[in-house]
T-cell receptor, first 117, second 107 residues
């Protein structure tokens, strides 16, 4: 299957700093990528849909000014958590969608574990 | 009401047991359905897609009931290695996950 990478795999930062997470599709192009967040013992919650060359679409309750998404190329989407606080500590997972005719599948990155002190 | 609902479990079963998970969804326009497996601190991995006709992959059988808006996953002859969280996911223009059902298989 298609491979999606994320970088970094984990990050620890001080409160108030910004953190950038990269999501790359390694062997395919993805016009659409998705960003999820997962708190301990909870499910993956969709944060936003990242569209190449256009603005991201955010889910209700997700602050677009706090979680900046950039999808400048067909293989890279970035999520920047601005002015991070301890409550932003979570597991952030991206996915990239492959669509061909009726075929539609998402491939997930390995996730980034963010800890804000 | 959540878009996708699952019993969080945990389901504790002995090796060799048969276990079934159900999942309900609220959006009747949902187009495709999946079961994922997620191990602790890892990303979800696609286990199988779910079709109305039902589909089977080894010890795993998935079923979709569009009229009642639920999907199911049956695991036969449980192995220790099946211990994980099983997430159902429903796709319209985006993939929405259920809360996941934790399965623990013991010797």
């Amino acid at each position: 299957g298609a491979v999606v990478s994320q970088h970094p795999s984990w990050v620890i930062c001080k409160s108030g700093t910004s953190v950038k997470i990269e999501c790359r599709s390694l062997d395919f192009q993805a016009t659409t990528m998705f960003w999820y967040r997962q708190f301990p013992k909870q499910s993956l919650m969709l944060m936003a849909t990242s569209n190449e060359g256009s603005k991201a679409t955010y889910e209700q309750g997700v602050e677009k000014d706090k979680f900046l998404i950039n999808h400048a190329s067909l293989t890279l989407s970035t999520l920047t958590v601005t002015s991070a606080h301890p409550e932003d500590s979570s597991f952030y997972i991206c996915s990239a969608r492959v669509t061909s005719g009726s075929y539609n599948e998402q491939f997930f990155g390995p996730g980034t574990r963010l800890t804000v002190l | 009401r959540k878009e996708v609902e699952q019993d969080p479990g945990p389901f504790n079963v002995p090796e060799g047991a048969t276990v079934a998970f159900n999942c309900t969804y609220s959006n009747s326009a949902s187009q495709s359905f999946f079961w994922y497996r997620q191990d602790c601190r890892k990303e979800p991995k696609l286990l199988m897609s779910v079709y109305s006709s039902g589909n089977e992959d080894g010890r795993f059988t998935a079923q979709l009931n569009r009229a009642s808006q639920y999907i199911s996953l049956l695991i036969r002859d449980s192995k220790l290695s099946d211990s994980a969280t099983y997430l159902c996911a429903v796709n319209t223009d985006k993939l929405i996950f259920g809360t996941g059902t934790r399965l623990q298989v013991f010797p």
